[in-house]
């Protein structure tokens, strides 16, 4: 059955141009099929790195037959996230063997189960967790133990987006420094939806926020979106083009501890208002400009620079405890304490919602297709 499966699904791919498998490698010793076979399923494939609208191209996939452990899951949503388009690039340190599905998160809904799965029923809503590649397509097969079930009442788009980027979110501000109601963080990139996450898990521990954005036409309304949301203090880079930027800040103390996801000047910002011995924390780069440092920075404040990449963090031991945290994150955002500005996009409008993703069409939401 194993080998049927095989050449089933590469003759399949083969006749869609596809020379490779698409899912993972045979197994030495072959389990057990159930009697279950999946939907054909449409995905997003791509057979070489590239540039994602290249690329990439809207495939029928047949039908799998599930082994015993497995899960078919029909998707209902997930996003379209910078590193998704890195991983279709070819230039993410860690991206599937070619051809592939894209997509790295998402959820949907229990559509039908091995004879060995235990704990999951048809119709419940899950996610990938640890993320898993190959969530662009309507029905995606993996084993039981990738899946973790959800609340019912999660809105699918907060589902489908909850681990990349608000995990990450949740991971800086616990990991790098101790922090207690009262301190201060600050961090570039503040419209991002990191950024946005930073702000609101800050406020619900009482931390204050400093946020530096963008100049850029409605700065003035970003700022308001932003102070919303519970930031302390949003500033565009040229207000702080001063010497002293810390008397921006009247009573706030000065933060020990900064998030950077944008490189060259914004980076600099940041560290300009940290504290003596504190932290920058860089989990981005999207000016594609180095982080640089003054060498006064590192004698006499005593400064840290630290990196964080959020699939590292997923494949330490920490990794089990994930879904606890998701699962408090999921509960801020069913209560309203937890939200970002997204865009949900039909899968058949899938090359839009790629060109917003892109940034061909300016400045965009968050793209999160729906099934």
């Known amino acids: 059955m194993a080998t049927v499966r095989f050449v089933y699904l590469k003759a399949a791919l083969h006749r869609q141009g596809v020379t490779s498998p698409l899912f993972r490698r045979q197994n030495s010793a072959v389990r057990a099929f159930s009697s279950v076979i999946s939907p054909p399923s449409k995905a997003v494939v791509y057979d070489q790195h590239g540039p994602p609208d290249l690329v990439c191209k809207v495939t029928e996939l047949p039908p799998v037959p599930l082994k015993d452990d497995e899960v078919c899951v029909r998707m209902l949503a997930a996003p379209i996230n910078p590193s998704d388009i890195n991983r279709i690039q070819g230039v993410y340190p860690v991206r599937p063997e070619v051809p592939a599905v894209g997509g790295y998160e998402g959820v949907g809904e229990v559509y039908s189960i091995g004879s060995a799965v235990k704990g999951l029923d048809k119709g419940d809503l899950v996610i990938p967790s640890p993320p898993s590649s190959g969530t662009w397509q309507t029905y995606f097969v993996k084993e039981q133990s990738i899946w973790h079930k959800i609340d019912k009442s999660t809105p699918v788009e907060y589902a489908a987006t909850i681990t990349v980027n608000p995990l990450s979110a949740l991971r800086m501000l616990e990991d790098f420094v101790d922090l207690n109601s009262g301190d201060v963080v600050v961090q570039n990139g503040a419209t991002s939806i990191v950024g946005q996450c930073i702000i609101q898990l800050a406020r619900v521990r009482g931390i204050h926020t400093i946020n530096i954005i963008r100049d850029r036409a409605g700065s003035d309304e970003v700022k308001e979106k932003l102070k919303k949301l519970g930031a302390d203090e949003v500033f565009t880079e040229s207000q702080l083009e001063v010497k002293n930027v810390k008397s921006l800040l009247a009573n706030i103390p000065e933060p020990a501890l900064g998030f950077n996801c944008v490189g060259g000047n914004a980076a600099s910002l940041v560290l300009k208002f940290l504290k003596h011995g504190g932290t920058m924390v860089t989990y981005g780069g999207m000016s594609k400009k180095p982080v640089t440092v003054s060498t006064s920075s590192f004698i006499f404040k005593d400064l840290s620079l630290r990196g964080f990449w959020l699939q590292k963090w997923l494949t330490s031991d920490k990794a089990k405890e994930c879904r606890g945290m998701i699962d408090y ?30 940034g061909k069409l300016g400045s965009q939401p968050k793209q999160v297709i729906k099934f």
């Open 329 to 358: 994150l999921l509960g801020l955002a069913r209560e309203g304490d937890l939200k970002y500005e997204m865009e949900l996009v039909p899968f058949d409008q899938f090359p839009t919602a790629l060109d917003k993703a892109l």
